[in-house]
């Protein structure tokens, strides 16, 4: 099916912005005092790596790679063969230059790829992994696409943004030039739209009323105040998520391990 002015029209403005070298390092520098010495967010990102023996011996797309950190630690963990993807050529290109200053460039390839319209043939992968991608792409589509070229049985792993709180979009008002235009967090009913095409087989999520820790980092600027606050907060979040899992969807992130259904 041809793509819509509309689409064609949002994905030349993301191609411009993920070009730009001026805006990634813009946004990591206002970023690192939320993602720097930030125990929480390691086990956000522990979480999006460690499902067991998801990769060892597999082979892997990374969807959506950006600067290709995620791709680094796939190899390191055991990945067979890691395609990266991004409509980004500026970091393409870099991560193409990381791969052979590592030595990894018999085993991985960078690939400059609209999400939404994969190249590759039907069950070309093992594992699909995918690091705040979803939330900027026509779900439908990027969906279709992503089930297509897993193989049966095959598994696929997505740490995203969440959009239902509303303290943390009054956040995201503020800071317009910290994302593009066209990206938004999921909400509860992109949730159900990923259940029409994958089984959720596991599913954690971050940042409920630990975020208020951040008071003790941003405004009191005591790091072992926000270090013992997150920690505690956390296990708070924890069980009330088991309490009552519609809360999920008030954090801040959450990481979903997918399943491509056996057919029939």
Request: charged fraction near 25%; glycine fraction near 4%.
């Amino acid at each position: 099916m041809p793509e819509s002015t509309e689409r064609i029209a949002i994905y030349a403005r993301e191609k411009e912005i993920h070009n730009s070298e001026s805006f990634h390092q813009a946004r990591a520098v206002e970023l690192a005092g939320v993602y720097e010495n930030n125990p929480l967010m390691k086990a956000v990102n522990e979480a999006y790596l460690s499902q067991p023996g998801i990769l060892a011996g597999k082979k892997v797309l990374d969807y959506g790679c950006g600067s290709g950190e995620w791709t680094m630690q796939f190899l390191e963990r055991g990945a067979d063969n890691v395609v990266s993807i991004d409509l980004s050529d500026y970091l393409v290109e870099q991560l193409r230059d990381a791969f052979k200053a590592s030595g990894y460039d018999h085993r991985a390839t960078a690939m400059t790829m609209n999400a939404e319209h994969l190249t590759f043939s039907d069950n070309t992968f093992d594992v699909v992994l995918g690091s705040g991608i979803l939330h900027h792409l026509n779900l439908d589509a990027a969906l279709l696409e992503v089930r297509r070229v897993l193989r049966e049985g095959g598994k696929a792993v997505f740490m995203e943004p969440l959009g239902v709180n509303p303290l943390l979009n009054l956040y995201r008002n503020r800071t317009p030039h910290l994302r593009s235009p066209d990206e938004r967090p999921l909400t509860s009913a992109d949730i159900a739209t990923i259940e029409k095409y994958f089984r959720i087989t596991a599913r954690k999520s971050f940042f409920l009323t630990s975020m208020a820790a951040y008071l003790f980092r941003m405004v009191i600027k005591n790091q072992f105040l926000f270090e013992k606050t997150q920690s505690l907060l956390h296990t708070t979040d924890k069980f009330l998520m088991r309490l009552f899992p519609p809360l999920h969807n008030l954090c801040w992130y959450t990481v979903i391990e997918l399943e491509k259904p056996l057919q029939a």
